[in-house]
C-alpha cells in the first residue's frame, strides 16, 4: 500500500456557539432529544484507495493482492453488513458492504465488535465518552475490502463519571 498520501481531518464545530463558556461540539442528539457535546474526527482514506485501485488496474498490483478479505471479515459483511448502491470497484458484480467496527478502551464486552451505525450514533455515544469506529467496505464476492473511514468520537456520553474520565477538558 503506498504511504505519503495526505489524510484528511474533519471537525464538526458547534453551528450555535455560547459567549464565555467552551464552544464545544455539537453532534446530534440523544434519545431523549437532548444535544450531545463533543468532537468527532475523521480520517478518510480514498485517495490511498484511488491510488491502489489505479494502480490494479494498470497492472502494478495483482488480484490477490487486493482481493485479500480474511474469511471472518467475509463471513461478517455476509451476515451482518450494510449493503451499499455502489459496486465493487475491482470485479464490478457484487455492491459493496459496510461494516463499523468499534474500538475503545471503556468498551469491554463491545470491544472490537460491529454495529449499526444508527446503534454507534445513538446508544454507543451516550454511553461511553471515547471509541473510535473504523469503516471497512466490503465485496462477498471477490473478496476486495478496504479502511475508507476512521472516526474518533470524544463525547460527553456515559455521564458525569465519563467526563471526570477524559471525556472532555
Not at 24 to 32: A, L, Q, T
Not at 150 to 165: L, P
Amino acid at each position: 500500500m503506498p504511504f505519503g498520501f495526505p489524510m484528511v481531518v474533519i471537525r464538526i464545530p458547534d453551528p450555535h456557539p455560547r459567549s464565555g463558556d467552551d464552544p464545544g461540539y455539537i453532534m446530534e442528539g440523544d434519545p431523549e432529544g437532548n444535544m450531545m457535546k463533543g468532537t468527532a474526527t475523521s480520517v478518510d482514506y480514498s485517495l490511498m484507495r484511488r491510488a491502489l485501485i489505479r494502480d490494479y488496474y494498470v497492472g502494478r498490483v495483482s488480484r490477490w493482492d487486493v482481493c485479500d478479505a480474511h474469511p471472518e471479515i467475509s463471513r461478517i459483511a455476509r451476515n451482518v453488513g450494510e449493503s451499499t448502491r455502489t459496486l465493487c470497484p475491482i470485479c464490478r458484480q457484487e455492491n459493496l458492504r459496510l461494516l463499523y467496527f468499534v474500538f475503545g478502551d471503556e468498551l469491554e464486552q463491545d470491544n472490537g465488535r460491529v454495529f449499526p451505525t444508527h446503534v454507534i450514533f445513538h446508544s454507543l455515544r451516550s454511553k461511553y465518552s471515547r471509541f473510535t469506529c473504523h469503516v471497512v467496505e466490503v465485496c462477498i464476492s471477490c473478496q476486495w475490502n478496504y479502511l475508507i473511514r476512521s472516526i474518533h468520537f470524544v463525547n460527553g456520553g456515559g455521564g458525569d463519571e465519563a467526563t471526570e474520565k477524559g471525556g472532555r477538558n
